[in-house]
């Protein structure tokens, strides 16, 4: 009750051995970009570019969208922005991509499934990603949402490739993605772990229900195994191809600051979370080495519970106490 406050976040995300953990923020639109500036992210890990067109019944032009996303890479200028193509469905509606109401939104046609719905969008947007970042300076890479398949991670790269964008990735949203992660990663250069969508449907729990919570955690030890498969995949990639594939985790578990130790554990490279838990994620990060997050993280996987996992975790942590 009288603990002191954590300190403020002084610009960079770093372990006591001195291993460097970027701290990105998660963002919808420049003014959110511009405060996640303020709060000193070393940049955007997940730009949920639907956020700025919700209420269109028309798809936005290349140029509306273009300035929208521009508002973000100015916040940000030289650093590493990472911008998700539209992730919409029957349960996050965007008007103009025509998608059917659904008896089960989360299990339909969304994210990156509604690519086929009104053909030319998706290019459309890569267009306009193109377009903002001309003179920027910001480090831009480019990822889809809701991949189940290394069909669809090809796809995806083919359409990156004919756009000319370098950066290339996925998230890692469903339990195939994270099973088939080296193959994946064979075709993309990196990819992002959205825990929330990961964990409603690594435990089957709709993740918009409350009476649900306590198997809609991503302190279950089925979702943190999942997040380890995840890496190893990567890693393994990283061997075969040559070339260090990245693995960043960009859903509200890397907000929870004994979460995000599990994760560096686990060995994820980088953060994403919203911009106001950034603070108290890197001052508890400050207090472990990475063989102390490593350790933490065995522990964490050997629980029978999310509440046992996060006691666990937490126990390692005196700052948490
Ligand atoms: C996620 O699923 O964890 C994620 C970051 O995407 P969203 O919350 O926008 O579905
Ligand atoms: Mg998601």
């Known amino acids: ?104 939104p989360a299990l339909g046609v969304r994210g990156f499934r509604t690519d086929w719905t009104v053909p030319g969008v998706l290019n459309r947007q890569l267009e306009a990603i193109n377009k903002a970042a001309e003179g920027s300076e910001a480090d831009i890479w480019v990822m889809a949402p809701m991949i189940s398949t290394t069909s669809e991670a090809r796809t995806f790269s083919k359409m990156l490739d004919e756009a000319g964008i370098q950066t290339k990735g996925v998230m890692v949203e469903t339990p195939a993605a994270a099973v088939n992660a080296e193959a994946i990663l064979g075709e993309v250069d990196f990819v992002s772990i959205g825990t929330n969508d990961l964990t409603q449907y690594t435990m089957a729990a709709d993740r918009l229900l409350g009476d649900l919570a306590h198997l809609n955690n991503p302190w279950q030890p089925a979702v943190l195994k999942m997040i380890k498969l995840t890496v190893e995949g990567a890693q393994r990639a990283s061997v075969l191809h040559g070339i260090k594939k990245y693995v960043s985790v960009c859903g509200e578990a890397a907000a929870d600051p004994a979460l995000a130790v599990v994760l560096v554990g686990l060995g994820v490279d980088t953060l994403s979370m919203n911009a106001g838990a950034i603070a108290a994620v890197s001052a508890v990060l400050k207090t472990v080495t990475k063989e102390k997050a490593q350790q933490i993280a065995v522990k964490a996987l050997s629980q029978i519970s999310s509440a046992e996992a996060k006691t666990a975790a937490r126990e390692e942590l005196p700052i948490l106490d």
């Open 1 to 104: 009750a009288n603990r002191q406050p954590l300190p403020a976040f002084d610009g960079k995300g770093v372990l006591s051995d001195g291993t460097s953990i970027p701290l990105y923020a998660n963002v919808g639109d420049g003014k959110s970009a511009e405060k996640a500036a303020g709060l000193s992210a070393e940049g955007v890990g997940l730009l949920r570019t639907e956020f700025g067109f919700l209420g269109n019944d028309s798809e936005p032009s290349v140029e509306t969208q273009a300035e929208t996303y521009k508002s973000v890479f100015d916040a940000f200028p030289g650093q590493h922005i990472v911008v998700r193509t539209l992730d919409a469905g029957a349960d996050k509606p965007l008007p103009f991509l025509n998608v059917k109401e659904e008896e089960n």
